[in-house]
């Protein structure tokens, strides 16, 4: 087995959840070291200023 | 008659699972009799439709506004009742200890983080992915619709580094005994278990323990791992990983049917370079057969009931056949409860529908019933001539996967969400050509903490509408969980046996239990005896 695989089976996890909070909360009832990283989708460019950008560039 | 209004907010983001909380305490608000708040996808208007509560703003909304709907039996609360919904909406989020909104940040909060839970939208996973694999952390992508060229490339610049990319599209893994993401608490023990199946992960987990069995790790690779785009990299990291595992003594690779050149390298894989004993549950038409040097270290099944049979027979020896009873019913007994079943049928009663929230369960149903009632209708079929014209109307023999995307656009799973399924299982009493409906409830983390209890009255409902149209309407269930997951399974199975729900072990027994029970028996012998005994062992 790789180091690495052994970094995930061999050792207590710690984990990054990185989107959906339910996750997060789910690990952490089950006593998991967990943080929160919150995802917010970059927002929308109108398709007529994207196609306008599109040029620009 | 009821009052409805839709409030339409233009490019106004939260995801599926915040709004599905929403739309509960939104319910409460007093004086309203129902409310829904959704991004405005197709298959979100479909369904305010069929609740009654889309109105004209909201059918003219875009897939990233969000529509408010609220259902009020007084016109005066209309206003009261949105005003209320906003407020929910734009409150504060609860107090976590502390959440961040930059991944490198949280990478300098966590130095030695080993293991990243993404669900972000498939096409921002790429570069999420990425960073973390650079800086040496393991990578569960729950999300799906990542492109198939960023889904290679990630898993090869994993595997380059000696990392695991698990999913995209992984619903299901247990590491280190832990449940991550749709995954059920089940015994540690020595079966290492390789899927490419969430729910097929769940169901082979799950019936290994249910038998008194456990696991050492159980990894999901997402669907497209034994696809010829990817080639199989982390399904053959993941063997390799478990053959170098000393808690591991036997290895389950669970797939629907792989691309043939992958199906061939990890055949060979495994022939070749492993030690460990094997069950390869490749579900399909088509059995491999195992090379005869390899009879006795390699097993072949074409069914998840067997993956788990043979994989606990492997692992405990003698012990075996007592722990196996454990989830296995006898042939008698199955075709006893099958002709019982029908026996309450009336004549024009012959359709199966299945109502499934589980991919894989639908996939296994799927093909026991190709082989014991010729077609089965389905929005996702085997045979594409077999698709249903229309996703929400039921034909003939007919499997719905309701974790299909035209059920699940912008909103969360069923496995969290049961609307669409109680109001399809309403709809199915209504057809009196219906002999059993029968589904999956799946429980474990990451899946509604009542699902049985969810179901209860939609099973009322169409119980009380089969029994006023002169007919009994039998409902099959099989609940996938085990006693130490948060639903614990006897409380889950006692909600649904006190409504008359006949409960199975395994999700193949009820469907061998449901074509029996639908077509009466009258399944050619040969056809019935080959069937339960490469899908049951029997």
């Not at chain 2, 200890?97 to 966590?110: G, Q, V």
């Not at chain 2, 456990?214 to 669907?223: D, F, K, R, V």
């Not at chain 2, 692992?315 to 009873?325: F, H, Q, T």
């Not at chain 2, 049928?345 to 359709?351: A, I, M």
């Amino acid at each position: 087995m790789s180091q690495q695989a052994k970094k995930l089976f061999g050792s207590e996890l710690k984990v990054i959840n990185v989107g959906l909070e339910i996750f997060h909360d789910d690990l952490a009832a089950q006593s998991v070291k967990v943080i929160q990283v919150n995802f917010t989708p970059p927002p929308k460019i109108e398709k007529e200023y994207e196609d306008i950008l599109s040029k620009l560039l | 008659m009821p009052f409805v209004k839709n409030v339409v907010k233009g490019n106004f983001y939260k995801d599926s699972l915040q709004l599905m909380q929403i739309s509960e305490e939104a319910k409460k608000i007093a004086g309203v009799r129902d409310a829904a708040v959704v991004m405005g996808t197709s298959t979100n208007k479909e369904l305010l439709e069929r609740l009654g509560l889309l109105t004209k703003e909201g059918r003219d909304a875009r897939e990233e506004d969000m529509v408010l709907a609220v259902m009020v039996e007084d016109e005066g609360q209309l206003d009261p009742a949105i005003s209320r919904l906003e407020e929910l909406l734009t409150r504060p989020a609860q107090a976590k200890a502390r959440a961040y909104y930059n991944l490198d940040e949280a990478l300098s909060a966590m130095p030695d983080a080993n293991l990243a839970v993404v669900s972000v939208p498939g096409e921002h996973a790429k570069e999420i992915v990425k960073k973390l694999l650079d800086r040496g952390v393991h990578v569960h992508l729950f999300s799906d619709h990542v492109p198939h060229e960023d889904e290679a490339y990630l898993k090869k610049y994993a595997s380059e580094r000696g990392l695991f990319v698990l999913g995209p599209g992984a619903g299901t893994s247990i590491i280190g005994g832990k449940a991550i993401a749709f995954a059920n608490v089940v015994n540690r023990g020595d079966i290492g278990i390789v899927a490419g199946a969430g729910t097929g992960l769940q169901e082979v987990s799950v019936l290994i323990s249910r038998a008194g069995g456990g696991i050492s790790e159980g990894l999901g690779i997402g669907g497209g791992d034994l696809k010829d785009y990817v080639g199989g990299i982390m399904a053959l990291d993941g063997i390799r990983a478990l053959e170098a595992d000393p808690m591991t003594s036997v290895i389950c690779l669970v797939s629907k049917p792989p691309s043939p050149k992958t199906l061939e390298k990890v055949i060979s894989f495994v022939e070749a370079q492993t030690r460990k004993k094997y069950v390869l549950c490749f579900l399909g038409r088509e059995k491999y057969e195992v090379n005869e040097r390899l009879r006795g270290r390699v097993f072949a099944t074409k069914s998840l009931h067997l993956a788990a049979v043979r994989a606990v027979g492997l692992s405990a020896g003698e012990r075996a056949e007592g722990m196996i009873e454990r989830i296995s019913m006898s042939r008698d007994r199955l075709e006893g409860l099958a002709s019982e079943i029908a026996s309450r049928l009336k004549p024009e009663q012959k359709y199966v529908r299945g109502l499934y929230t589980g991919g894989t369960l639908t996939y296994e149903t799927m093909l026991i019933f190709t082989e014991l009632l010729g077609g089965v209708y389905s929005n996702a079929p085997i045979d594409d001539s077999f698709k249903l014209k229309d996703s929400y109307t039921s034909f003939e023999h007919t499997l719905v996967d309701l974790g299909e995307e035209e059920f699940t656009a912008g909103r969360a799973h069923p496995m969290i969400d049961p609307t669409v399924r109680k109001l399809r299982l309403v709809e199915e009493a209504k057809d009196k050509t219906v002999a059993v409906v029968m589904m999956d409830v799946m429980l474990g983390y990451g899946s509604n903490r009542d699902p049985a209890g969810a179901m209860v009255g939609p099973i009322r409902e169409a119980v009380a509408i089969a029994v006023k149209d002169g007919r009994e309407l039998p409902i099959l269930a099989h609940v996938c969980g085990t006693d130490l997951d948060p639903q614990p399974l006897r409380e889950q199975e006692e909600k649904l046996a006190r409504e008359g729900v006949i409960l199975f072990p395994t999700n193949a027994q009820m469907a061998v239990v449901a074509a029996l029970a639908a077509t009466r028996g009258q399944i050619p012998k040969d056809v019935k005896d080959r069937v339960l005994k490469e899908y049951l062992g029997l």
